[in-house]
């Protein structure tokens, strides 16, 4: 299972840090990467990690603001929001699969459970 945590309420302009651990090390191998649902609107692709690191991007919505990482020995992914919008309310998901795919909704491994973001203007 992977879980993910770190959500909460913040105020526009704030941070926030996300995690996401693999208590098992069954994805350890695999890229990861962030999705986000907010009411009304389709899960969207945010950010993903290729299994070493070498390799991230972000959507255009969250570009300079957001930073992805992984710390294998710890078997934890992280995703460091700075510079929170309101638009960045969201239900945040991480998720596991091919670093080329990822960013795909469909082409997805396996879904963690979410964590509430909330920011408030």
């Known amino acids: 299972q992977l879980q993910a945590s770190g959500g909460g309420l913040v105020q526009a302009g704030g941070s926030l840090r996300l995690s996401c651990t693999d208590p098992g090390r069954r994805f350890a191998t695999y890229a990861k990467g962030w999705f986000r649902q907010a009411p009304g609107k389709e899960r969207e692709f945010v950010s993903r990690?290729?299994?070493?690191?070498?390799?991230?991007s972000y959507a255009d919505s969250v570009k300079g603001r957001f930073t992805i990482s992984r710390d294998n020995a710890k078997n934890m992914v992280y995703l460091q929001m700075n510079s929170l919008k309101p638009e960045d309310t969201a239900v945040y998901y991480c998720a596991v699969g091919d670093y080329s795919t990822i960013v795909a909704i469909d082409r997805v491994h396996f879904w963690g459970q979410g964590t509430q973001v909330t920011v408030s203007s």
């Open positions: 990690i290729s299994w070493s690191g070498g390799s991230t």
